[in-house]
């Protein structure tokens, strides 16, 4: 208790009595002690000073003119004076008083008769000897949970940490993965399409069918891996989108027509009910849109029931967004599963178990317009139907825009390979139906656009080297093709050859065989934005 002798002690005294508190001064006084003595004489005023000051140490008497200690203590321990020790002055010496005081909180108890000042300083110093105990076991405690706090929350980062690794581990492996499934299949899809195309006259109609079963199969399977592969695109942040204006009348209208087959094996009608106002164009890209718009057609055919009704129609929302409905007279969900109709891996219409998919496709849908500032949701009857719709945000041209016509836009193919196949031709026999400029190697290329400007570019290689990694990324680079889409169409080579390539810059690797509406679905879309 010496090292608190010298350390300066705020004392708050609470006595009634003139004389007895002048005693108490005198014994404080003959102390020693560095004491600052703070006097009040009614319980009111001890209360009042004590919500605004903080004290050391309190002594009080048990008995004062309007209240009593215990109340006292039960008013200071609510305020900042709450671990302030406290001292108890009696008249009387009865046990259960005694108790009585120590569980109201106070630090300890004598009968004024008893106090003299030796005992009084080695009780004020024994207060505060207790007080800073129990302050550093205080603060000892709620170091200790700190640190556990913080521990527990070193553990929430690195199993954090762990698991973005391991889901950017899941992604590459779900790209890669897809890469390698579709390198073949495309190569057996195309395979059997120029099998279809060019030998129909001597295929048997046995081994017709089996060439249909291949390409049906296939096509599916690849439509599987493509869904994967957007999703996993999607929960990376990879996923590109080319926002524009876009027209939803014609994107309704091919949507129609890409399902018309579908719905024709469904035994479903498709309607498509125009409003006689003029559609303004939205803003969304116009791929992504059809593919949301495909899918949820494509559902409510596969879903209906037979010789059921698909009416697709729209309406304008506050003259900012688009509402595209998709109605069904089809199965229904069940309302107390309406709520994971958009969760991955969700199948549930058990009744149509054997639709063939994957259960991805409305995630994605929804992830996608989420993306795209749009809406997709959805409302559902047991039995009756369900209607999808979307809401798309109307597109407002800027300013300073300037839109090139249509008529200035050039296709450039760029055949680096002089070797004729029958790939090739089919590729070639794609380009028809198109005005194109044919060059013969990169090297004329990146002249070329060093005065002229192109809208697409298409690229024919048979293998790669240096020289061609090389002149593609110059050609990247060029100021005129910084922004324009570059797409390789390569013949032999590998995986670690395609991501060379892609690491010039160039948008997009195409492994031979490719299927020539699948061409002439990139050159659409790249030469109309």
Same mark, same amino acid.
């Given at each position: ?13 609470? =006595?009634?009595?003139?004389? %007895?508190?002048?005693? +108490?001064?005198?014994?404080? #006084? ?20 004590? !919500?605004?000051?903080? $004290? ?7 008995? *004062? ?10 008013? /200071? ?11 108890? +002055?009696?008249?009387?010496? !009865? ?6 005081? /120590? =569980? ?65 581990? !899941?992604?590459? $492996? ?11 299949? #495309?190569?057996? /899809? ?19 069918? +089996? ?10 399977? /690849? ?121 991955? $891996?969700?199948?549930? #219409? ?5 639709? =063939? ?20 949701? %959805? ?56 005005? +194109? *400029? ?18 697409? %570019? ?10 061609? *990694?090389?002149?593609?990324?110059? $050609? ?33 690797? *195409?492994?031979?065989?490719? =299927?020539?509406?699948?061409? !002439? ?9």
């Amino acid at each position: 208790m010496m090292q608190y002798e010298n350390e300066h002690i705020n004392l708050l005294l609470i =006595e009634g009595d003139d004389n %007895v508190r002048s005693t +108490f001064k005198s014994y404080i #006084n003959d102390s020693g002690l560095n004491i600052t003595t703070t006097e009040v004489i009614d319980g009111t005023s001890a209360i009042s000073i004590c !919500k605004i000051n903080r $004290f050391d140490c309190i002594l009080l008497d048990y008995d *004062l003119s309007d209240t009593n200690a215990l109340k006292i203590l039960s008013s /200071l321990h609510k305020g900042i004076n709450t671990s302030t020790p406290a001292i108890v +002055f009696t008249e009387s010496e !009865k046990k259960s008083l005694d108790l009585e005081i /120590l =569980e109201a909180g106070a630090i300890d108890f004598i009968a004024k008769q008893d106090c003299n000042t030796i005992l009084l300083k080695q009780l004020i110093l024994y207060a505060l000897v207790r007080n800073r105990y129990q302050e550093s076991q205080t603060e000892y405690i709620e170091q200790q949970r700190q640190n556990k706090e913080q521990e527990r929350l070193n553990c929430v980062l690195v199993a954090m940490e762990r698991a973005e690794a391991a889901n950017e581990a !899941k992604t590459q $492996f779900i790209s890669s993965m897809s890469h390698e499934l579709r390198t073949p299949l #495309n190569a057996i /899809l195309g395979f059997t399409q120029l099998l279809e195309r060019k030998q129909k006259k001597s295929i048997e109609n046995e081994q017709g069918e +089996f060439i249909q079963e291949i390409l049906k199969a296939g096509t599916h399977l /690849l439509n599987l891996i493509n869904e994967v592969l957007d999703l996993s695109k999607i929960e990376a942040g990879q996923l590109k989108f080319n926002m524009g204006s876009v027209d939803p009348d014609n994107i309704i209208l091919d949507c129609q027509s890409l399902t018309s087959n579908l719905a024709k094996q469904y035994n479903c009608t498709v309607t498509y009910q125009k409003p006689k106002f003029e559609l303004s164009p939205v803003l969304s890209d116009p791929v992504r849109l059809k593919q949301v718009l495909l899918n949820l057609i494509t559902n409510a055919i596969k879903y209906n029931k037979d010789h059921g009704q698909v009416t697709i129609s729209y309406k304008l929302l506050n003259h900012s967004h688009l509402k595209i409905n998709v109605a069904d007279t089809g199965i229904g969900i069940d309302p107390d599963r309406i709520s994971e109709v958009f969760e991955p $891996f969700s199948r549930l #219409n058990e009744t149509k178990a054997n639709i =063939e998919g994957t259960g991805i496709g409305l995630t994605i849908a929804h992830k996608m317009m989420a993306l795209m500032n749009g809406k997709i949701d %959805v409302i559902s009857k047991l039995n009756i139907g369900s209607n999808f719709w979307l809401e798309v945000p109307l597109y407002s041209p800027l300013d300073n825009l300037k839109i090139t016509d249509k008529s200035l836009k050039k296709l450039l193919v760029i055949d680096c390979n002089s070797k004729s196949n029958q790939s090739k031709d089919s590729i070639l026999d794609a380009l028809k139906s198109y005005s +194109f *400029l044919e060059l013969d190697s990169l090297d004329k290329g990146i002249l070329w656009t060093k005065n002229q400007l192109a809208s697409f %570019v298409l690229v024919y290689i048979h293998s790669i080297d240096d020289s061609l *990694l090389q002149n593609l990324n110059l $050609f990247k680079q060029s100021a005129n093709m910084a922004s324009i889409p570059i797409i390789v169409i390569a013949q032999n080579i590998t995986n670690n050859e395609t991501t060379h390539i892609l690491n010039t810059g160039v948008d997009q690797c *195409l492994c031979e065989p490719i =299927e020539p509406h699948i061409l !002439k679905n990139i050159i659409d879309y790249n030469m109309k934005n």
